[in-house]
């Protein structure tokens, strides 16, 4: 890792279970299908994306949640509930970490918006990034 890389601790609601993230983040994409919507409580979700050398440090114990049909799982905090990293076997090279979960304005805002055909009329979308309107291309 460069020197000087950011290094950022995402919490849960409760602070008992922690992720320590070193660098900034491949991609910070923000997600407004309803399955983003329901599991945040959110009009959408932000995923942090990062490379699993980055995860640095994990502290505090974590429960699993794997949505029928879908390859994700969520890794939650058992006391209080807070979803905070999730991976895909079909996406190994990553980690999605929940971008509020830093609560660190300096974490960079999201580079795309995606499944926006979902998204509630009065979201609004950052200047300049690409929006899909169903799944990205790429890592969702
Ligand atoms: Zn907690
Ligand atoms: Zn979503």
Redesign the pocket.
Known sequence: MTRNAPIRTAA??????RLTLEGEPILVSACCCTRCQRRTGSFFGVTAYFRPDQLTARA?PSATFQAPGGQTTRHF?P????SLMWGSPEWPDVIGVAGGAFADPTLPGPHRVTHHATAHPFVPTPDGVPVYEDAPPEVE
């Open positions: 849960c609601g409760c602070g008992d279970f505090g905090c006391r209080c509930g807070s």
